[in-house]
């Protein structure tokens, strides 16, 4: 028997038993649809999640800060990690307790001394304006909770001038021995203190990061190359390819440094979510099996239908494997079109939940975002494994008609 005429002999179901053929790929579409929304949900998770924590940039760079009193983060730190041939970049972080002066007003707050390359590395981001670039040192970056000390509309911040006090020198006390004695005839030392000198520097408000929970800003390094800072507060390592990254991180061990990067925490992140999806899927696959029984009762009652049918077509010479292939064809046909429909029903339901959220979350000030994230190969696997799963719940009802006796097929009422 020709593929042509298995093909359309198989088909013949579709039209002779249409309700019910109709009801069989309808539950195989619900099992498809409810897997494909729930995993297409946790990837969607799991790709907004890994988008706030990390950039392509910060899978690339190293938090180097100190394992110990002992061993310093210095410009000598520098150097020695640049040695590294996996690094490409290295770039402190400078952090000090200061105060900042604008709009008629004066607060406290943590200035971070950064090279412009930082930001990337870090994964940050800004809500409004943008990061000062190389070359701009009369720019800075300040947090929306400093902006609001200083009385200034996070819409309005691009003609304010913000002054900071940069720390220069610490204060330092020094015992000075004077010429006095005291009663037993030892020279009486007295404590003198340096205090502490500041330059000003005056800024443009380049950017505003969103962050209500506390003050501070970053200033570009260039603006304060005059200043001579004895120690970092850490050091961001670039590497120059992801495959690198445990050599490079082995090197700065090595050194004496305590390592960290945002790439081990989305690797642990992604084997969450990959446990997540496994146990999002199995609530599908357990409406998926039910969907499955049906389509083998809906088989199976096929099969006694047509027994007299698979008798004629015996006899007037259609083998066992031509009787096999046909019903094969059918169930996979089923199972085909049930994978098909699930992914648009499950596309539809997503895409529902997702507009029914976001608008939930405009009404309420909150930010949108894209809830699920359906891969292409996704997909395509998806009614791959819905065909799959048609061709497997068909086969005992394929084996039983491919060995029916002619002669008891014809007899059968």
Not at 96 to 121: E, H, M, P, R, W
Not at 226 to 235: H, P
């Amino acid at each position: 028997m020709l593929s042509l005429d298995v093909l359309r002999i198989s088909s013949r179901s579709f039209k002779n038993n249409r309700l019910r053929t109709l009801l069989t790929i309808l539950g195989i579409s619900i099992g498809i649809g409810a897997i494909f929304f729930l995993v297409s949900l946790g990837y969607g998770f799991q790709k907004l999640i890994l988008e706030k924590i990390a950039t392509e940039d910060s899978l690339l760079s190293l938090d180097v800060t100190q394992e110990n009193e002992a061993i310093k983060l210095n410009q000598g730190s520098v150097d020695s990690i640049k040695e590294i041939k996996e690094v490409v970049g290295v770039y402190p972080l400078i952090s000090q307790d200061t105060q900042i002066i604008g709009n008629g007003l004066t607060s406290s707050a943590k200035a971070n001394v950064v090279n412009s390359n930082f930001f990337s590395l870090e994964g940050m981001t800004v809500a409004r304006g943008a990061f000062f670039q190389e070359g701009e040192d009369d720019k800075l970056v300040i947090s929306l909770a400093a902006l609001q000390l200083l009385d200034i509309n996070p819409d309005l911040f691009k003609d304010i001038d913000i002054t900071v006090k940069i720390k220069e020198k610490e204060e330092r006390e020094t015992i000075v021995a004077t010429n006095d004695v005291d009663a037993e005839g030892n020279k009486i030392t007295q404590k003198m203190v340096t205090p502490a000198s500041f330059i000003e520097k005056t800024y443009k408000i380049g950017g505003v990061i969103e962050d209500l929970s506390s003050s501070y800003v970053y200033i570009p390094d260039v603006s304060v190359s005059s200043v001579q800072f004895s120690d970092y507060d850490k050091l961001k390592v670039k590497v120059d390819s992801t495959k690198n990254i445990d050599q490079a991180r082995n090197g700065i061990i090595e050194k004496g440094f305590f390592v960290s990067s945002v790439s081990e925490t989305v690797e642990q992140a992604r084997q969450i979510f990959t446990i997540a999806q496994i146990v999002l899927s199995l609530f599908g696959v357990v409406a998926l099996v039910v969907s499955a029984i049906g389509m083998f009762n809906t088989m199976t009652i096929a099969l006694l239908e047509r027994t007299q049918e698979i008798g004629i077509m015996k006899a007037i010479g259609a083998s066992s494997l031509d009787i096999w292939k046909m019903f094969l064809t059918e169930s996979m046909m089923i199972g085909f079109f049930g994978g098909f429909i699930g992914v648009i029903l499950g596309f539809i339901a997503s895409q529902i939940l997702n507009f029914g959220i976001n608008w939930l979350a405009g009404v309420f000030g909150g930010d949108r975002a894209q809830l699920f994230f359906i891969p292409f190969w996704f997909v395509i696997f998806v009614i791959i494994f819905s065909t799959i799963v048609g061709l497997i719940t068909g086969f005992y009802p394929a084996r039983r008609a491919a060995r029916l006796n002619a002669l008891e097929a014809l007899r059968y009422k």
